[in-house]
């Protein structure tokens, strides 16, 4: 699950075989009234494997970047691993674009994507896998490794806004920090 920092009322929740959700009346009261739009059924973008992350855009609640673990191989017909999703609630669309980023990290290949982060204040996006971080420069479409980590299986990833850092928890070689600009 996840919420946008600058709107408490909507949240994204995702489950296990990949289905997305979006609220926007989380809040409500009573909490039988809070109302759900599957997004992942409006398109079939969605690859219906596991959801590993969700980052909602601060600056529009109804724009989100979702990661998902798994193999392309096990989904040929929906590959992908990381996908802008923007939902429409006029329309009650939602479009999905893949920005995977396995062909710009570590030699390319079908890499399973197990955390995605945002960098609120230069707009790069980070996802996290076995074989280390990707990141993809705003405004481009060509994911790329950042200096500084390990090429190594990492969990998790996390950035301070205040301490203008990315962290990545990984597999047996600890927690990395990497300054942002």
Known sequence: MARSSNDSSTLWAATN????????????????????????????????????????DPG???????????????????????FDVLFDPVAGTATWTNIDPANGISGGGDLPVTSIVHDD???????????????LPFGTTAWEVPPGLPIVEVSGLAVSSSGRRLYAATHGRSVWALALP
């Open 17 to 56: 075989p990949g289905r997305v959700f979006i609220s926007g009346n989380a809040n409500a009261v009573p909490e039988g009234s809070v109302s759900f739009t599957r997004l992942d059924a409006l398109s079939g973008a969605s690859p219906g494997r596991f959801v590993s992350g969700i980052y909602v």
């Open 60 to 82: 529009n609640s109804n724009h989100a970047w979702i990661s998902y673990s798994g193999y392309s191989f096990a989904t040929p017909t929906t590959p992908g691993h990381v």
């Open 121 to 135: 204040k230069t707009g790069d996006l980070y996802a996290a896998t076995d074989f280390g971080v990707a990141r």
